[in-house]
């Protein structure tokens, strides 16, 4: 099982077109790392393996961005999560924003859009976080019953409002992205 559901990460991964050499790079990396048969997935916290995979979901509603702020980030965030051994990236979007924003997962693309190679330091540990980017659809009406044991707010951001000073610093490459395809 866990064989297929790397070759299965192995071609949503492979799927992604890249927006820059950066992005290239890290799907090579990347490609090259789940061919390794190194374990993906985190299987103790804080940070076992100190590499790990993490499913980002960004929720949008036409300009507007969906984000967190993360009280051990610090940041104002897309909401995620670490996939589960066993477990494809796309199923951990589906369990975690049912988890973290109380809704279902309504893609809006069904591939993931982007995918970054980012050094996270939280307030528990250090790590590399390989993060599959999905798009998801909702409405700035929609009410949230958001995990406020991970997050202190949510918020809906005009794309030309993120904080990008208090973001994932990828956040500006993949509004880049998102505004470059005809959704």
């Known amino acids: 099982m866990f064989k ?3 070759q299965s990460i192995y071609t949503e991964i492979e799927s992604i ?3 820059d050499k950066q992005e290239s790079e890290d799907i090579q990396k990347c490609l090259e790392w789940v061919n390794s048969g190194v374990e993906l997935c985190r299987i103790e916290k804080p940070a076992n393996p100190p590499k790990h995979l993490i499913s ?3 929720v949008v509603d036409g300009d507007n961005v969906l984000l967190v702020d993360h009280i ?3 940041l104002w965030l897309p909401t995620g ?3 589960e051994p066993g477990e494809h990236p796309r199923k951990t979007v589906e369990r975690e924003v049912e988890e973290e924003l109380g809704i279902k997962a309504k893609f809006l693309i069904k591939k993931p859009l982007f995918i970054t190679v980012t050094e996270t330091v939280g307030l528990t540990a250090g790590h590399t976080d390989v993060s599959i980017w999905y798009v998801l659809s909702s409405s700035i009406h929609t009410q949230f019953k958001y995990d406020k044991s991970e997050f202190n707010s949510v918020k809906w951001f005009g794309v030309s409002d993120v904080p990008f000073d208090r973001s994932d610093p990828n956040m ?3 509004l880049e992205k998102l505004k470059a395809i005809s959704i």
């Open 172 to 174: 500006g490459r993949f």
């Open 56 to 58: 980002y979901f960004v």
């Open 72 to 74: 051990n980030a610090k």
């Open 17 to 19: 077109f890249p927006l």
């Open 4 to 6: 297929k559901i790397r």
């Open 81 to 83: 999560g670490h996939v």
